[in-house]
DNA sequence: CGGAAATGCTAAATCGATTTAGTCGCAAGC
DNA sequence: GCTTGCGACTAAATCGATTTAGCATTTCCG
């Protein structure tokens, strides 16, 4: 049973409690007991101290105890919020495991894990800012306050941003604003005339820069607005929940471009609960974010990020900072990968 | 640079290099050189020693010398396969943290990280063996090695198996005789004469029972044979390639049961390629696994794991284990959950 | 010129667990 | 009677980094 708000218990706490050292206890705790000749009567008793007393190992402790001298071990974690898919941490992290796995031998080891914060609470992340978790991370999935608290410290160890621009870190971006643009036109060369952007309601800088640069090529090019549909949140009930209302209310609309392809599913939905055809009667683009969105009906013309290049530069510039510590931040910008398929 | 297969670089190795104290060292790394007055000649020669010799801080050391005595901190990891896919896991995840907060208080913090394995290699993970990496394990997506290692050794600590049966273990399992037969149950009850199951070619434990039931249950209804149409692979695409060469060989289907969603998808494309319609010429059933099945088209009809209660009882079974660390290990079955959507 | 203050650094303790090299009694053997 | 051996345990070193307290010098100022 934990003890409220004491101390916690340690292997000295539990050797004082049962009348042994530290040593006597450690070694019923790994077992070692019969090849250390302890009585069985003590073994039962600081069993029993161990089990009273709650006691849980720490792992620092244990870990820096339990290493091995000679190998170097390199930790590294790939940080995302809750509230974001993983579709594209999963990604990251198994490229991360291909080039540590390529580096990995006799004196060198790594380890690589995921963690997630609640977005805007990326602070709150222990052994962020003494660097007492990681020798490299990969950050992603962050909102502005997130943004706010990476862009007034620099951590003192191996960093890299995906998907946002922070002026002293190693970041790797697409670019939105290309996308949009590159989005609308197809919708216009498509003879669209009435485009509509469907984004969720909250904003990222990336959708809304998307749909920015979509709506300001839609006015550049044709001299009318394009019609702005905010979705609730970011899942396909919401995208369809979103264009199910603009479409009943008889608004027009011939050419739909998502932010992100979960609301085209949905849209998807209501266009077809509508009545009316994709791409016919209208056209969708996406942005290439769904691991599936080759086998949506019809399959999803999408213009978004390039998700192979992301996730290798990504990669490339965390073992590149963990070797040769630059000195200079650099952006990269990924430019956008464009995938015609039936719907638009 | 590295050094080929010297000791790690340590603060010793670099004050002993430069000729100053570890501390200084520290100091230095810690950006601490201005308060604590060192002078600066001191401080580049620090840096340039740290550069020259490629120090690498030994994050266990740091954690165990960084964390606040009067907090008890957790560790939790999820553990699975690089190999399968994240859905499930990262809802596993979330459910951690869920409850992990709610406990999270004065003197008690969590941390929580997902960290993959190649399949198969599971033992070759680092600090599994001597518990000296988590205090607590969800364990997930193993393969007959893995499970072999896992019932080969006890570890030391909280352990809950997701998805397998392992005699020593705390295990969460679904039914998949119980899914497969009902998959079938609902295809015939829809009238379906000749039902087809679509896997893939490398069966998992589960895969390998959701068929197998559910052919025994077509064959005792009807005493007929279902087709077995093995993909190549778990993809959307190696589904629809493997059904598109039944259907185009001219063989008979007018119900098809996909033990993953993803072969379902893709059997959808290869359906509607054929020009039949589902459900009327061909109802499909999935298993629930794909986070957007409602939004197939049409829609598709589950018969799965219930992962909501998985998901719930992996993740209650670790914080039982972590609070009472009971003797007895329990198995823990999950009934099957029947979604009836328009597909079947 | 003497004391105070500033400068520049180091020794040693610490975090918690593990392990090596003993220590201390007591019984058995010669 | 003295050694040997065993049973049951402990003291202290160790893992690597950080921090606190403090020790020499040197400089400043009246």
Redesign the pocket.
């Known amino acids: 049973m934990a003890r409220g708000e004491k ?7 539990i ?1 004082k409690h049962v ?9 019923v ?2 077992n ?1 007991h019969e090849e ?4 069985p ?3 039962e008793k600081i069993r029993a101290a161990v089990r009273e007393l709650g ?4 792992i ?3 870990r ?4 091995d ?1 000679e190998v170097h071990h390199h930790e590294l974690g790939i940080l995302t919020s809750f509230e974001a898919p993983v579709f594209l941490v999963s990604r990251v992290l198994r490229q991360v495991q291909r080039l540590a796995d390529a580096r990995t031998g006799a004196g060198r080891r790594y380890s690589i894990s995921i963690e997630m914060f609640h977005a805007g609470r990326l602070r709150a992340m222990p052994g962020l800012l ?3 978790r990681f020798n490299g991370v990969i950050v992603t999935n962050t909102v502005p306050e997130d943004d706010a608290f990476l862009a007034g410290t620099t951590l003192p160890y191996a960093v890299v941003v995906l998907g946002r621009r922070l002026p002293n870190y190693c970041c790797v971006l697409d670019t939105p604003g290309e996308i949009g643009r590159k989005a609308a036109e197809i919708l216009l060369k498509g003879d669209c005339r009435s485009p509509v952007v469907l984004t969720p309601a909250l904003l990222t800088q990336s959708t809304a820069e998307r749909a920015e640069a979509f709506c300001a090529t839609v006015r550049a090019e044709t001299g009318r607005e394009a019609a702005r549909v905010a979705a609730l949140g970011f899942t396909p009930a919401n995208g369809a929940e979103a264009l199910r209302a603009h479409l009943g209310a008889g608004r027009r609309c011939d050419g739909l471009y998502a932010v992100t392809d979960s609301l085209a599913l949905g849209a998807y939905q209501a266009i077809k609960d509508a009545g009316r055809r994709i791409p016919k009667d209208i056209a969708v683009v996406g942005v290439g974010d769904h691991e599936h969105a080759d086998f949506f009906d019809p399959p999803l013309t999408c213009v978004g990020p390039s998700n192979d290049t992301i996730v290798e530069q990504v990669v490339t510039q965390l073992f590149y900072l963990m070797t040769h510590r630059r000195v200079k931040p650099v952006e990269i910008f990924v430019p956008p990968s464009v995938v015609r398929r039936a719907s638009a």
Chains 1, 2 share one sequence.
Request: proline residues 10%.
């Open positions: 101390r916690p218990v340690t292997v000295h706490t050797a009348g042994v050292s530290p040593s006597a206890v450690s070694t705790l790994a070692r250390r000749r302890l009585a009567a003590t073994v006691y849980v190992p720490n620092a402790a244990r820096l105890r339990a290493h001298p003494n660097a007492s």
